[in-house]
């Protein structure tokens, strides 16, 4: 079995280091009217470059843009239908993090590419390969209010969301991207919506040409839906393994067809995490896995972490992998 090391999605954008805060002053410069938008996008170009050469020198194999700008997890891609503007903020779960709610006023209808630059920037400026990150339509919908009277139900939202969601899939597949993320943490809370949800991957799925999907949750118990998680339509299932005390035991019981992304290094805590617990983690999950080769990863974004911190839970990885293969794990 191999371990392919990977970065969830986020990274900090701000580090302690002068240049690492060059996108935090340039932006209070554009809210202030003493740059241009062009020298923004400059500024956030630079600090993608930066990133990504940051995961790839703590020994991540995939990386990510970092989402350097986006606001937020949502109103990046939401904000720019048509039909939807944004609200107030919001709580992202139970995270630090704030979002502006979409508020939709209409079908939402997909417009034009948004996320396909910020991949390209990426895979120019990047040695290795560039993961694509994207916010799940259910997830969207159940974040957002709907003042439409033509959308009924949240079924309605989410398969509009997804309709307009595929074409970003279909776009980052053709910009080259060979694994594209859905993080979708809301269906967790809503367990009963498996079949909608299903519905609403498999729109996603229908444009995904080469690409592999990676359906990610996370801010919650995984294990409860981890037998329906096996029939969905991708590729890769990613967990975040610190809500649940039961998901292990499912995997160890159910097995997976479908690759893995192990999100056994928490993202949310600056603490380091013990070696040996993760070793006896791979030793319960990797025997049951039926393909040949996991994901292992942070369990969600790292935008939580200060930055020398998210640095360190990467580099812990690439030392749990090289330990873990060099006692036999492989």
């Given at each position: 079995?191999?371990?392919?090391?990977?970065?969830?999605?986020?990274?900090?954008?701000?580090?302690?280091?002068?240049?690492?805060?060059?996108?935090?002053?340039?932006?209070t410069k554009k809210d202030?009217?003493?740059?241009?938008?062009?020298?923004?996008?400059?500024?956030?170009?630079?600090?993608?470059?930066?990133?990504?050469?940051?995961?790839?020198?703590?020994?991540?194999?995939?990386?990510?843009?970092?989402?350097?700008?986006?606001?937020?997890?949502?109103?990046?891609?939401?904000?720019?239908?048509?039909?939807?503007?944004?609200?107030?903020?919001?709580?992202?779960?139970?995270?630090?993090?704030?979002?502006?709610?979409?508020?939709?006023?209409?079908?939402?209808?997909?417009?034009?590419?948004?996320?396909?630059?910020?991949?390209?920037?990426?895979?120019?400026?990047?040695?290795?390969?560039?993961?694509?990150?994207?916010?799940?339509?259910?997830?969207?919908?159940?974040?957002?209010?709907?003042?439409?009277?033509?959308?009924?139900?949240?079924?309605?939202?989410?398969?509009?969301?997804?309709?307009?969601?595929?074409?970003?899939?279909?776009?980052?597949?053709?910009?080259?991207?060979?694994?594209?993320?859905?993080?979708?943490?809301?269906?967790?809370?809503?367990?009963?919506?498996?079949?909608?949800?299903?519905?609403?991957?498999?729109?996603?799925?229908?444009?995904?040409?080469?690409?592999?999907?990676?359906?990610?949750?996370?801010?919650?118990?995984?294990?409860?839906?981890?037998?329906?998680?096996?029939?969905?339509?991708?590729?890769?299932?990613?967990?975040?393994?610190?809500?649940?005390?039961?998901?292990?035991?499912?995997?160890?019981?159910?097995?997976?067809?479908?690759?893995?992304?192990?999100?056994?290094?928490?993202?949310?805590?600056?603490?380091?995490?013990?070696?040996?617990?993760?070793?006896?983690?791979?030793?319960?999950?990797?025997?049951?896995?039926s393909v040949d080769h996991?994901?292992?990863?942070?369990?969600?974004?790292?935008?939580?972490?200060?930055?020398?911190?998210?640095?360190?839970?990467?580099?812990?990885?690439?030392?749990?992998?090289?330990?873990?293969?060099?006692?036999?794990?492989?």
């Amino acid at each position: 079995m191999r371990l392919i090391l990977m970065n969830n999605s986020s990274y900090p954008r701000v580090g302690d280091r002068p240049q690492e805060q060059r996108l935090r002053r340039t932006r209070t410069k554009k809210d202030e009217g003493r740059v241009s938008e062009r020298q923004l996008r400059e500024a956030e170009n630079m600090t993608i470059t930066e990133v990504a050469r940051e995961q790839i020198a703590a020994g991540m194999e995939i990386v990510t843009d970092g989402m350097v700008r986006w606001h937020d997890p949502l109103s990046h891609l939401a904000g720019q239908l048509e039909n939807v503007r944004l609200g107030g903020l919001r709580r992202y779960f139970d995270s630090n993090f704030l979002y502006r709610e979409p508020v939709v006023e209409g079908v939402p209808r997909w417009v034009k590419p948004v996320l396909g630059e910020d991949l390209e920037h990426a895979r120019n400026n990047s040695t290795r390969p560039v993961k694509g990150i994207l916010p799940g339509p259910y997830t969207t919908a159940r974040c957002s209010r709907d003042n439409d009277q033509g959308l009924e139900s949240i079924g309605d939202l989410t398969m509009a969301f997804a309709e307009a969601f595929a074409n970003e899939v279909e776009v980052m597949a053709e910009a080259g991207a060979k694994i594209i993320q859905i993080d979708e943490p809301a269906i967790l809370s809503h367990p009963d919506d498996i079949g909608l949800f299903r519905e609403a991957m498999g729109i996603l799925a229908a444009k995904k040409g080469e690409a592999q999907l990676s359906l990610t949750t996370y801010f919650g118990d995984a294990a409860k839906l981890y037998g329906d998680f096996q029939d969905m339509p991708v590729e890769i299932l990613g967990f975040d393994f610190t809500y649940s005390e039961d998901l292990i035991s499912n995997i160890e019981m159910v097995g997976s067809s479908k690759v893995l992304a192990l999100g056994l290094v928490d993202g949310r805590n600056t603490t380091m995490e013990d070696l040996e617990d993760v070793f006896r983690s791979f030793d319960r999950i990797l025997p049951r896995v039926s393909v040949d080769h996991c994901y292992l990863t942070p369990s969600c974004g790292l935008e939580f972490l200060p930055r020398d911190r998210a640095r360190r839970k990467l580099e812990l990885m690439t030392t749990l992998r090289f330990r873990y293969s060099k006692a036999g794990g492989r």
